[in-house]
């Protein structure tokens, strides 16, 4: 079956709900996960007229927001070691989150992706778009989307 799952996560109720299904795939097919993290760039307008944020500033907002995405990917480690399952995490700047759990899945050569996916509909997510739906449509291994 699958032997590399990756687990995207944004520390979401219903990502923390994925990460548990994707645990209990990879026990049960013997598979390893990476689970991931990705950084999104700062606003524009921090660096920009207007509002600017000085050095310090936007150096302070990067770090909590990796603080943030180490607490959130070490959850998803403990989740895989209390299942025996081998894990690796991965946190990484990307442009978007989809570009990101796009190329870690090529990059660590995995060959299933399983994340959650919020369940918008309507304007909410036109206005928002899905991650969900853009890796599906750029993925090149299977995604599993779990609601």
């Known amino acids: 079956m699958f032997k590399h799952i990756l687990i995207p996560t944004d520390g979401s109720a219903v990502a923390t709900k994925a990460v548990k299904a994707g645990i ?12 991931f ?24 907002f990067e770090k909590r927001q990796r603080t943030v995405a180490r ?48 369940g918008r509909r309507g304007l909410a997510r036109l206005a928002v778009g899905s991650v969900t739906d853009k890796v599906i449509q750029l993925s090149k291994v299977p995604v599993l989307v779990y609601r």
């Open 71 to 118: 607490k959130h990917v070490a959850a998803l480690g403990r989740e895989a070691h209390k299942a025996g399952v081998p894990f690796d995490a991965v946190v990484q700047a990307a442009r978007t989150p989809y570009e990101g759990i796009v190329a870690a899945a090529q990059k660590k050569n995995c060959d299933l992706v399983l994340m959650a996916s919020n």
């Open 37 to 60: 993290y990705a950084l999104e760039p700062l606003p524009v307008h921090l660096y920009g007229e207007g509002y600017v944020a000085d050095r310090r500033t936007v150096a302070e």
């Open 24 to 35: 209990a795939l990879a026990k049960q097919s013997g598979a390893r996960v990476t689970g």
